[in-house]
């Protein structure tokens, strides 16, 4: 019969009197989870710490190609160091899960790794007064694990991952580097044949256009004003010319042909200067000689007959010659002002060709101004990216030396991977408690299903108040030799038992304690 528990003391009966209820389930379940901690294998785990350290030249003097978050990078690092190719050379190279090899294929064994290694970024809140002074995370190192059974080979593979991870940083900025200068270099190669092909362009058009550019509109203008001012002068030469051809037209007409009658009245002249000299003079002076021999010539002149020189020779006048010396020379006169009238007249002509000429290349100058203004812009354009790409072309190739170099941004490894003294997995103290726990847990499940289907007696007032009789009498237990006997060994057993419990106790606490000193060291350091 079950009864009714009213007190703490009969909390405590109960106990006391399903203890072994109790104990047995807690000892064999604390016992199976110590068994599971001593059965399951030791993990151990290594780590390697890796510092991001900035370039050593300032941005402001060399700017990197190689643009980006730290995060970013990272993750496409890890992507690459994570392949399988990478992970299949490594379990090689060290023999790693050699009792997986028959169970499982080489991508779920390189699966497995990929979860046995981990990868966490450290982060500080860094100031950027750019940004009005708000704090800012920035991924400044990273830690890489490795988790494996030998504590050697862990740590010999955490530091094979952490050398992968140093030359993939190496090798992914050199190749962004190269990528970024060659990119840059072929399109200033194309950016100069554009600049070529607008210069061909440009210099037809000038071919073409050589008179009628922009730059010689005010040459143009310049050189038609003179012009213009030599045809103005030459019309007033012309004008002056044709004056004075009038003139000497009109001369001419009035002067006679025949000089006969000059000769006669020039002679009488003569004769009269003859007679003045003879007066002063005797006829072998040599003015009245050569004024005699004037006489003659003039004499014969007038007659008809030829006159002799003074060298014996005889002088013919054409008859269809004017004879007349004022004719004559009004006549030559004449002539050369006409010949002039007639140059004049040729030059007036060319320069009016000349003028037109320059009248139509100052018209034909605004279209021709808009062309070569439109090809001027495209090559101004041209240029201007030209020179742009030319100077990111030399930063790119100043950054890709810097990479070179190894003077960018690089990671270094600050704290190597050690040898692991204690292993990560199983953590026994948690395993234990937990046993713990469940092993309580299931002792009093099972007092307490035992205690529910009792229905057993064990107090008078009970039977009293279910009966509805009166109690006369109780019979106390009898202990009989037996009974003590008994009591003893499950004294010793209890002994035993406590002993175990104070034992694993100790353990629990060793492994809590070491576990605080471990972790305040991290935190320690870390600050």
């Given amino acids: 019969m079950e009864e009714e528990v009213k007190s703490v003391r009969d909390y405590l009966d109960i106990v006391k009197r399903r203890r072994w209820a109790i104990i047995i389930p807690a000892c064999a379940i604390f016992l199976l989870a110590f068994i ?31 643009t980006g978050y730290a995060e970013q990078r990272l993750q496409a690092i890890s992507q690459r160091v994570m392949s399988s190719q990478n992970l299949s050379g490594v379990i090689s190279r060290f023999h790693l899960y050699p009792e997986l090899k028959r169970k499982l294929t080489n991508d779920e064994i390189i699966e497995i790794m990929r979860k046995d290694i981990q990868f966490a970024a450290i982060s500080v809140d860094v100031v950027d007064r750019s940004r009005g002074g708000s704090p800012t995370p920035m991924t400044i190192a990273f830690t890489l694990s490795y988790e494996g059974r030998s504590p050697q080979v862990v740590q010999q593979v955490a530091n094979v991952l952490a050398t992968l991870y140093l030359e993939e940083n190496l090798k992914v900025r050199a190749d962004m580097a190269r990528e970024a200068s060659k990119f840059l270099d072929d399109e200033t190669k194309n950016m100069q044949e554009q600049l070529s092909q607008v210069d061909a362009k440009i210099a037809k058009f ?23 001012r030599e ?33 006669r009245i020039l002679l009488k002249d003569l004769k009269a200067k003859l007679v003045q000299l003879k007066s002063r003079y005797s006829d072998k002076h040599p003015d009245v000689r ?45 002539s050369s002002v006409q010949a002039e009238i007639g140059t004049l007249q040729r030059q007036i002509d060319d320069l009016n060709k000349k003028r037109n000429d320059y009248y139509r290349r100052i018209e034909t100058s605004p279209r021709v101004e808009e062309a070569y203004k439109a090809l001027m812009a495209d090559r101004n354009n041209i240029q201007t990216k030209f020179d742009e790409m030319m100077k990111k072309t030399m930063e790119a190739k100043t950054a890709q ?21 204690k292993p990560v997995k199983p953590n026994v103290p948690a395993i234990l408690l937990i ?21 057993s007696v064990r107090d008078p007032k009970v039977l009293t108040e279910l009966m509805r009789l009166p109690v006369l009498v109780t019979v106390p237990v009898i202990v009989t030799a037996r009974d003590v006997l008994r009591q003893k060994i499950q004294r010793k057993r209890i002994a035993v038992i406590a002993a175990v419990i104070f034992v694993i106790g100790l353990i629990l606490i060793h492994f809590f304690v070491v576990d605080l000193v471990v972790l305040w060291a991290r935190l320690t350091r870390r600050l």
């Avoid at 390697?48 to 990197?64: G, N, R």
């Avoid at 046993?435 to 229905?455: I, P, S, W, Y």
Wanted: avoid cysteine; charged fraction near 30%.
């Fill in 36 to 66: 599971v901690t001593l059965v399951l294998p030791r993990i151990y785990r290594s780590t390697s710490t890796i510092l991001i350290e900035e370039q050593d030249i300032p941005p402001e003097y060399v700017k990197t190609t190689v």
């Fill in 206 to 228: 000038k071919e073409k256009h050589v008179n009628e550019l922009p730059e010689l509109v005010s040459i143009n203008i310049q050189t038609l004003d003179r012009v213009e």
């Fill in 231 to 263: 045809v103005d002068m030459l019309k007033q030469q012309l004008r002056t010319a044709k004056e004075r051809e009038g003139f000497l037209e009109s001369q001419l007409a009035g002067i006679p042909v025949d000089a006969s009658s000059q000769d």
């Fill in 290 to 334: 050569k004024m005699k021999a004037e006489i003659a010539e003039l004499e014969e002149r007038v007659k008809g007959t030829p006159a002799k020189s003074p060298g014996g020779r005889q002088r013919f006048q054409a008859d269809d010659q004017p004879d007349n010396p004022a004719y004559v020379s009004f006549a030559a006169q004449l």
């Fill in 401 to 421: 030396g810097l990479e070179k170099e190894q003077m960018g941004e690089r990671f270094t490894i600050i704290d190597p991977a050690r040898l692991p003294e």
């Fill in 435 to 455: 046993g713990l726990f469940l092993g309580v847990g299931a002792g009093v499940g099972t007092a307490a299903m035992k205690e529910f289907n009792d229905r």
